[in-house]
């Protein structure tokens, strides 16, 4: 019995079977992103989606470097205001149908401003931890004082002694008078200290989080 012979078509020279693997690529290829398959269409809305919301958190500097139409940036500022649940949602919904019209080198630009924000508040984020421990070797070791300035030999060693000397009086009289399950509360050298203490490890750059003690509450 003969056999049938397989449908097809060739290639630069190379035979493609019809419903082959080969053949469905080179479909595609013809046919542009439109016909991308299911999951590539889900990955790409996803993305979309994900970038649309991220712009609610960018901060408007890089916001405004960003090439984006006057309807999406309206949309994103409109989310921003929305406190409903259900209203918000049909927003973002409607952002990232909006999102769906910005070019590739957009969607990578801002990528790319996500990405200097992620990275401006990681630098943040460590600059005020050194604070803090700067803060806590200062009260409690006297020789701290002596390393601190010769980091920072333009400080007011009189003041920050005086400062000191304060904070450590204020931690005697707390821990006389705290009882158990309350929460710790310094006094206003100890905020004072850390103030002056960030503000020197902030000399070379700028604090982009603009953060204090008093936003933190640290113990």
Known sequence: MSRKPTKGYFVRGQFVALGSELDQELKRELKGSAEM?????KKYSDRLQQLGES???????????????????DAVAEARRITNFEGRRRQMQYIGKLMRGVDEDTLAAVEAALDEQNKGSAKSTLSLHQAEQWRDRLIA??????????????ADAQHLRA?????????????AQERPGEAVRHGKAYREIFQAVKAALNQDGSDEA??????????
């Open 210 to 219: 603009g953060a204090s003690e008093d936003d933190d509450e640290q113990p």
């Open 55 to 73: 712009l609610l958190t960018l901060r408007a500097d890089l916001m405004q470097k960003l090439d984006l139409s006057e309807k999406l940036q």
């Open 141 to 154: 070791d006297d020789e701290a004082l002596t390393h601190w300035l010769q980091l920072d030999p333009g």
């Open 163 to 175: 400062l000191i000397r304060q904070a450590r009086k204020d931690a005697q009289t707390t821990q």
């Open 37 to 41: 398959s299911k999951t590539d269409l």
